[in-house]
Protein backbone atom coordinates (compact mmCIF):
# COMPACT_ATOMS: atom_id res chain seq x y z
CA UNK A 1 0.00 0.00 0.00
CA UNK A 2 2.87 2.49 0.68
CA UNK A 3 4.29 2.08 -2.63
CA UNK A 4 0.94 2.17 -4.25
CA UNK A 5 0.05 5.71 -2.25
CA UNK A 6 3.71 6.78 -1.76
CA UNK A 7 1.96 10.70 -2.37
CA UNK A 8 -1.02 11.04 -1.80
CA UNK A 9 -3.76 14.03 -2.68
CA UNK A 10 -7.31 14.26 -1.42
CA UNK A 11 -9.72 15.92 -2.42
CA UNK A 12 -7.73 19.07 -2.42
CA UNK A 13 -9.56 22.42 -2.72
CA UNK A 14 -7.77 25.99 -2.59
CA UNK A 15 -9.31 29.26 -2.91
CA UNK A 16 -7.66 33.02 -2.78
CA UNK A 17 -9.54 36.05 -2.31
CA UNK A 18 -13.37 36.90 -0.64
CA UNK A 19 -16.86 37.76 -1.75
CA UNK A 20 -17.15 38.68 -5.39
CA UNK A 21 -13.51 38.45 -5.75
CA UNK A 22 -13.12 34.98 -4.40
CA UNK A 23 -11.31 32.63 -6.68
CA UNK A 24 -11.36 28.59 -6.37
CA UNK A 25 -8.22 27.34 -7.99
CA UNK A 26 -8.23 24.34 -6.84
CA UNK A 27 -11.77 22.06 -7.15
CA UNK A 28 -11.42 18.62 -5.32
CA UNK A 29 -8.03 17.40 -6.92
CA UNK A 30 -7.55 13.36 -6.08
CA UNK A 31 -4.81 11.63 -7.15
CA UNK A 32 -1.90 9.37 -6.07
CA UNK A 33 2.07 9.21 -7.40
CA UNK A 34 4.19 5.70 -6.72
CA UNK A 35 7.09 6.12 -5.11
CA UNK A 36 9.81 6.89 -7.69
CA UNK A 37 7.56 7.49 -10.56
CA UNK A 38 7.86 10.90 -13.07
CA UNK A 39 4.61 12.65 -12.48
CA UNK A 40 3.97 15.43 -15.11
CA UNK A 41 1.03 17.84 -14.00
CA UNK A 42 0.27 19.40 -17.48
CA UNK A 43 -2.10 21.94 -18.33
CA UNK A 44 -3.04 25.48 -19.42
CA UNK A 45 -2.14 28.47 -17.19
CA UNK A 46 -4.52 28.97 -14.64
CA UNK A 47 -5.83 25.04 -14.07
CA UNK A 48 -4.02 24.86 -10.33
CA UNK A 49 -0.68 23.08 -11.99
CA UNK A 50 1.89 25.74 -9.19
CA UNK A 51 -0.52 26.11 -6.58
CA UNK A 52 -1.21 21.92 -6.46
CA UNK A 53 2.91 22.01 -6.50
CA UNK A 54 3.14 24.58 -3.93
CA UNK A 55 0.51 22.67 -1.31
CA UNK A 56 2.57 19.90 -2.17
CA UNK A 57 6.07 21.50 -0.98
CA UNK A 58 4.25 22.68 1.73
CA UNK A 59 4.72 25.98 0.85
CA UNK A 60 0.71 26.79 0.51
CA UNK A 61 -1.94 25.30 2.39
CA UNK A 62 -5.11 23.75 1.39
CA UNK A 63 -8.23 25.06 2.38
CA UNK A 64 -9.97 21.48 2.29
CA UNK A 65 -8.55 17.91 1.86
CA UNK A 66 -5.10 16.90 2.45
CA UNK A 67 -1.55 15.54 0.91
CA UNK A 68 0.22 12.71 2.26
CA UNK A 69 3.89 11.37 1.89
CA UNK A 70 4.05 8.24 3.26
CA UNK A 71 1.56 8.01 5.30
CA UNK A 72 2.11 11.30 6.89
CA UNK A 73 -0.49 14.41 6.51
CA UNK A 74 0.97 17.97 5.67
CA UNK A 75 -1.59 19.59 7.76
CA UNK A 76 -1.09 17.47 10.90
CA UNK A 77 2.43 18.98 11.28
CA UNK A 78 2.97 21.69 12.83
CA UNK A 79 5.53 24.58 11.44
CA UNK A 80 8.57 23.07 12.70
CA UNK A 81 8.09 19.68 11.53
CA UNK A 82 7.23 21.05 7.66
CA UNK A 83 9.91 23.02 7.96
CA UNK A 84 11.73 19.35 8.07
CA UNK A 85 9.78 17.89 6.04
CA UNK A 86 10.40 20.49 3.51
CA UNK A 87 14.27 20.17 4.38
CA UNK A 88 14.80 16.15 4.45
CA UNK A 89 12.29 15.22 2.03
CA UNK A 90 11.87 17.70 -0.90
CA UNK A 91 13.82 19.54 -3.85
CA UNK A 92 12.53 22.44 -5.77
CA UNK A 93 13.86 23.16 -9.26
CA UNK A 94 11.93 26.30 -10.81
CA UNK A 95 12.10 28.52 -14.20
CA UNK A 96 14.32 31.14 -12.74
CA UNK A 97 17.46 29.80 -11.22
CA UNK A 98 18.18 31.69 -7.89
CA UNK A 99 21.32 30.91 -8.16
CA UNK A 100 23.91 32.38 -5.25
CA UNK A 101 26.14 34.96 -7.25
CA UNK A 102 29.07 35.24 -5.40
CA UNK A 103 29.36 30.87 -4.59
CA UNK A 104 30.89 28.84 -7.28
CA UNK A 105 28.88 25.93 -9.03
CA UNK A 106 30.27 23.38 -6.67
CA UNK A 107 29.33 26.25 -3.77
CA UNK A 108 26.17 26.39 -4.94
CA UNK A 109 25.36 22.39 -5.50
CA UNK A 110 26.93 22.20 -1.78
CA UNK A 111 24.38 24.25 -0.23
CA UNK A 112 21.92 21.74 -0.74
CA UNK A 113 23.90 19.49 1.08
CA UNK A 114 24.08 20.76 4.57
CA UNK A 115 20.23 20.56 4.61
CA UNK A 116 21.07 16.74 4.37
CA UNK A 117 22.02 13.56 6.45
CA UNK A 118 21.77 11.25 3.07
CA UNK A 119 23.85 13.63 0.79
CA UNK A 120 25.69 12.50 -2.73
CA UNK A 121 28.79 12.41 -3.34
CA UNK A 122 29.63 15.84 -4.70
CA UNK A 123 31.66 14.94 -7.24
CA UNK A 124 29.72 12.18 -8.82
CA UNK A 125 26.56 14.48 -9.22
CA UNK A 126 28.77 17.05 -10.91
CA UNK A 127 30.15 14.57 -13.11
CA UNK A 128 26.57 13.21 -13.70
CA UNK A 129 25.07 16.90 -14.25
CA UNK A 130 28.00 17.54 -16.86
CA UNK A 131 29.50 20.25 -14.66
CA UNK A 132 32.45 18.87 -13.38
CA UNK A 133 34.57 20.80 -15.56
CA UNK A 134 33.17 23.81 -14.74
CA UNK A 135 32.90 23.35 -11.16
CA UNK A 136 34.94 26.13 -10.28
CA UNK A 137 32.88 29.10 -12.71
CA UNK A 138 30.80 31.54 -11.15
CA UNK A 139 26.74 31.65 -12.12
CA UNK A 140 27.33 34.33 -14.77
CA UNK A 141 30.31 32.66 -16.66
CA UNK A 142 27.51 29.89 -17.32
CA UNK A 143 25.02 29.94 -19.60
CA UNK A 144 21.68 29.25 -19.08
CA UNK A 145 21.46 25.58 -19.33
CA UNK A 146 24.60 25.25 -17.06
CA UNK A 147 22.96 27.41 -14.12
CA UNK A 148 19.30 25.37 -14.80
CA UNK A 149 21.84 21.87 -14.14
CA UNK A 150 23.43 24.07 -11.29
CA UNK A 151 19.81 25.11 -9.91
CA UNK A 152 18.80 21.03 -10.31
CA UNK A 153 22.19 19.82 -8.44
CA UNK A 154 21.19 21.83 -5.51
CA UNK A 155 17.95 20.46 -5.18
CA UNK A 156 19.02 16.65 -6.25
CA UNK A 157 22.34 16.78 -3.78
CA UNK A 158 20.40 16.27 -0.62
CA UNK A 159 18.19 12.91 -2.17
CA UNK A 160 15.34 14.38 -1.91
CA UNK A 161 12.08 11.57 -1.57
CA UNK A 162 10.32 14.21 -4.07
CA UNK A 163 11.97 16.59 -6.88
CA UNK A 164 9.32 19.59 -7.57
CA UNK A 165 10.19 21.20 -10.98
CA UNK A 166 8.42 24.09 -11.92
CA UNK A 167 8.43 24.67 -15.65
CA UNK A 168 11.81 23.63 -15.10
CA UNK A 169 11.97 24.59 -19.13
CA UNK A 170 10.31 27.43 -20.01
CA UNK A 171 13.36 29.86 -19.74
CA UNK A 172 15.87 27.35 -22.46
CA UNK A 173 15.53 27.17 -25.92
CA UNK A 174 14.54 23.82 -27.66
CA UNK A 175 17.91 21.97 -27.59
CA UNK A 176 18.85 23.27 -23.87
CA UNK A 177 15.52 22.14 -22.78
CA UNK A 178 15.66 18.44 -23.74
CA UNK A 179 19.42 18.42 -22.30
CA UNK A 180 17.70 19.69 -19.33
CA UNK A 181 14.83 16.84 -19.70
CA UNK A 182 17.34 14.36 -20.48
CA UNK A 183 19.44 14.89 -16.83
CA UNK A 184 15.86 14.94 -14.98
CA UNK A 185 15.32 11.82 -16.73
CA UNK A 186 18.58 10.64 -15.97
CA UNK A 187 18.31 11.96 -12.01
CA UNK A 188 14.86 9.92 -12.03
CA UNK A 189 16.28 6.69 -12.86
CA UNK A 190 19.84 6.55 -11.28
CA UNK A 191 18.17 7.94 -8.33
CA UNK A 192 15.01 6.43 -7.73
CA UNK A 193 14.09 10.24 -6.59
CA UNK A 194 10.05 10.72 -7.39
CA UNK A 195 9.64 13.68 -9.65
CA UNK A 196 6.35 15.82 -9.70
CA UNK A 197 6.40 18.53 -12.96
CA UNK A 198 4.38 21.25 -13.67
CA UNK A 199 4.31 22.20 -17.76
CA UNK A 200 2.08 23.18 -20.22
CA UNK A 201 4.02 21.43 -22.76
CA UNK A 202 2.18 18.42 -23.89
CA UNK A 203 5.21 16.81 -25.76
CA UNK A 204 6.89 16.30 -21.88
CA UNK A 205 4.30 13.87 -21.20
CA UNK A 206 5.38 11.60 -23.39
CA UNK A 207 8.65 10.80 -21.46
CA UNK A 208 6.94 10.19 -18.10
CA UNK A 209 5.06 7.75 -16.31
CA UNK A 210 2.25 9.15 -15.07
CA UNK A 211 0.44 12.21 -15.79
CA UNK A 212 -2.27 14.33 -14.56
CA UNK A 213 -4.03 16.81 -16.59
CA UNK A 214 -5.55 19.64 -15.13
CA UNK A 215 -8.04 22.47 -16.42
CA UNK A 216 -10.13 24.94 -14.35
CA UNK A 217 -8.47 23.26 -10.82
CA UNK A 218 -9.60 19.67 -11.20
CA UNK A 219 -8.52 16.52 -12.47
CA UNK A 220 -9.55 15.95 -16.63
CA UNK A 221 -7.44 12.64 -17.07
CA UNK A 222 -5.35 10.58 -15.04
CA UNK A 223 -2.86 8.55 -17.62
CA UNK A 224 -0.66 6.14 -16.38
CA UNK A 225 1.92 5.97 -19.35
CA UNK A 226 2.79 2.12 -20.69
CA UNK A 227 5.13 3.17 -23.67
CA UNK A 228 7.29 6.05 -22.34
CA UNK A 229 9.52 7.71 -25.01
CA UNK A 230 13.71 8.92 -23.79
CA UNK A 231 13.46 12.88 -23.76
CA UNK A 232 16.08 12.99 -26.57
CA UNK A 233 13.37 11.59 -28.79
CA UNK A 234 10.73 14.38 -28.02
CA UNK A 235 9.82 17.00 -30.18
CA UNK A 236 7.71 20.05 -30.90
Known amino acids: MEQEEFLKISNVHKAYGSGESRQEVLRGMDFTVKKG ?6 GPSGSGKSTLLNIIGGIDNADEGYISINGDKLEDMNERALTMYRRKHLGYVFQLYNLIPNLTVKENIEVGAYLSDKALDIDELLHTLGLYEHRHKLPNQLSGGQ ?37 IEDVNQKYGNTIIMVTHNEEIQHMADHT ?20 VDLDW
Open 37 to 42: EFCVLL
Open 147 to 183: QQRTSIGRAIIKNPDILLCDEPTGALDYNTSKEILKL
Open 212 to 231: IKLRDGQVRKNIINENKVSA
